[in-house]
């Protein structure tokens, strides 16, 4: 098991690098800004927490959904990388993973949004199956 498990840290981080590599292309394609979801792993926590506090709702409009597809992109390379079926977050609940990221951001208002997904992300994948 903790063969395992290290060979899923390993591939996480370099799932995690490819990821990081792609945000910033994929954030300036359009170049207009018009999608808030596309931007969101873009903005610090604090000011992902500033945003929720004028307006509760974008934390399910905007950073959970945004939160969802990131893991939805991070399994499925990760399925790639390792030619495996990859289901981090399957059975988790919503609430749960928008917590965590809530949590994440409060300790450190200074990291991304981006960042804040990847702990998230990391301490799920983790979890055994």
Do not use: H
Request: with cysteine.
């Amino acid at each position: 098991l903790q063969d395992r498990t290290g060979a899923i840290v390993r591939m996480l981080r370099k799932l995690l690098i490819a990821i990081a590599c792609s945000a910033g292309i994929a954030s300036s394609a359009s170049g207009t800004g018009d999608f808030s979801v596309k931007r969101a792993g873009l903005f610090t926590c604090g000011q992902m927490l500033d945003q929720l506090a004028q307006d509760p709702k974008l934390l399910n409009a905007v950073y959970a959904s945004w939160l969802l597809g990131f893991f939805s992109g991070a399994n499925s390379t990760a399925a790639r990388l390792s030619n495996k079926d990859v289901r981090a977050g399957e059975g988790v609940e919503p609430e749960e993973m928008r917590r965590m990221l809530l949590d994440s951001c409060a300790q450190n208002p200074y990291k991304s949004v981006f960042q804040a997904g990847v702990e998230v992300y990391e301490r799920i994948a983790k979890r055994p199956p």
